[in-house]
């Protein structure tokens, strides 16, 4: 059975730092693309990040979170990783990991998600 399992969340101020990770068990997870998801109370979800597989060589970001998030993956922990820094308000949402349909190819869709971590940025 495919989970994916988020934690790291939490209440932080403007400008502060927070790494999420989202734990992944069930299949193999070296062979899968792998997306951070966000979304915001009351709006609709949002594409932050993408990794490729073998190791996470290629990574994605969405325009506003460019040099404040990072993503990487840790093969041997199963393990997806997303860096976030200098956060703002406005980064404050339920963050989710899901998988890509494709094994070692792009599929770009979203076939198994985690049940989330919430962010929550105010001063």
């Known amino acids: 059975e495919v989970q994916l399992v988020e934690s790291g969340g939490g209440l932080l101020q403007p400008g502060g730092s927070l790494r999420l990770s989202c734990a992944a068990s069930?299949?193999?997870?070296?062979?899968?693309?792998m997306y951070w998801v966000r979304q915001a109370p009351g709006k609709g979800l949002e594409w932050v990040s993408a990794?490729?597989?073998?190791?996470?060589?290629?990574?994605y970001y969405a325009e506003s979170m460019k040099g404040r998030f990072t993503v990487s993956r840790d093969k041997a922990k199963n393990t997806l990783y997303l860096q976030m820094n200098s956060l703002k308000s406005e980064d404050t949402a339920v963050y989710y990991c899901?998988?890509?349909?494709?094994?070692?190819?792009?599929?770009?869709?979203?076939?198994?998600w985690g049940k989330g971590t919430l962010v929550t940025v105010s001063s």
């Open positions: 899901a998988r890509d349909p494709g094994s070692r190819t792009w599929d770009y869709g979203l076939d198994y």
């Open positions: 069930g299949f193999t997870f070296d062979d899968y693309a």
């Open positions: 990794t490729s597989w073998n190791g996470g060589i290629s990574t």
